[in-house]
């Protein structure tokens, strides 16, 4: 099906494991982009990227490492798992710059419940 | 510091009523504003963007943008239970072109 999927949608580990959250999208889109959402905080941006093997930091990026190597892949990798990092993670992409020169939307993907014991 | 805010709410309405949702901005230079909804377990949605001062419709939607006081306000007309949701304002601050994101704030429609 067209559009943004996540894998997994619920994910429970213990503290130190390593974890990678998957995010594909069907439409090409060049810009991609990693929230976290934690209530009290809203969405926080983790990492971004512009095109494949261009990503850059966001917000909150210490504990994450993302990968780019195709348009349509986006994967955010816990490298050792801390209970901070317990949360609602998506995965979001655009076809273009996001403003009046490019586009307004943002589409979303379901989300990962991830839960660090 | 959240560099957008939003009053978490909740803010509770009665069917049928005006809501009005309210966020405001530190960054003079910021260029593109957005309201998304999002539904209790669900993924966040566009509702509108505005980029100019003034107001911006669509259907029961209104954005209003007011540059110099710094505010962006979403009005929802004739609201309905499935209005209940919570509603995010994300800013494009200038100089950049990703958005920040207020903490959002909590909407109910009472029959």
């Known amino acids: 099906d067209a559009g943004i999927t996540q894998s997994p949608r619920y994910k429970i580990t213990e503290t130190g494991r390593q974890v990678t959250l998957m995010c594909h999208q069907t439409w090409s889109h060049s810009y991609m982009f990693w929230y976290r959402q934690d209530l009290g905080h809203g969405l926080r941006l983790i990492y971004y990227?512009?095109?494949?093997?261009?990503?850059d930091k966001g917000e909150v990026p210490d504990g994450y490492v993302v990968s780019r190597s195709k348009t349509e892949n986006f994967p955010l990798t816990l490298e050792s798992a801390t209970r901070s990092q317990t949360s609602v993670y998506f995965c979001a992409s655009s076809e273009s710059v996001l403003g009046p020169s490019g586009t307004d939307t943002q589409y979303f993907g379901p989300g990962t419940r991830l839960t660090v014991l | 510091q959240k560099e957008v805010e939003q009053n978490s709410g909740p803010l509770s309405v009665p069917e049928g009523a005006i809501a009005s949702l309210n966020c405001t901005y530190s960054?003079?230079?910021?260029?593109?504003f957005f309201w998304y909804r999002q539904y209790s377990g669900k993924s966040p949605e566009l509702i509108m963007s505005i980029y100019s001062n003034g107001d911006k419709e669509d259907g029961r939607f209104t954005a209003q943008l007011n540059k110099a006081s710094q505010y962006v306000s979403l009005l929802i007309r004739d609201s309905q239970p499935s209005d209940s949701a919570t509603y995010l304002c994300?800013?494009?601050?200038?100089?950049?072109?990703?958005?920040?994101f207020g903490r959002g704030t909590s909407l109910i429609v009472h029959p």
């Open positions: 990227s512009a095109a494949a093997d261009i990503t």
């Open positions: 994300a800013v494009i601050q200038g100089g950049s072109y990703i958005p920040t």
């Open positions: 960054d003079r230079g910021s260029q593109s």
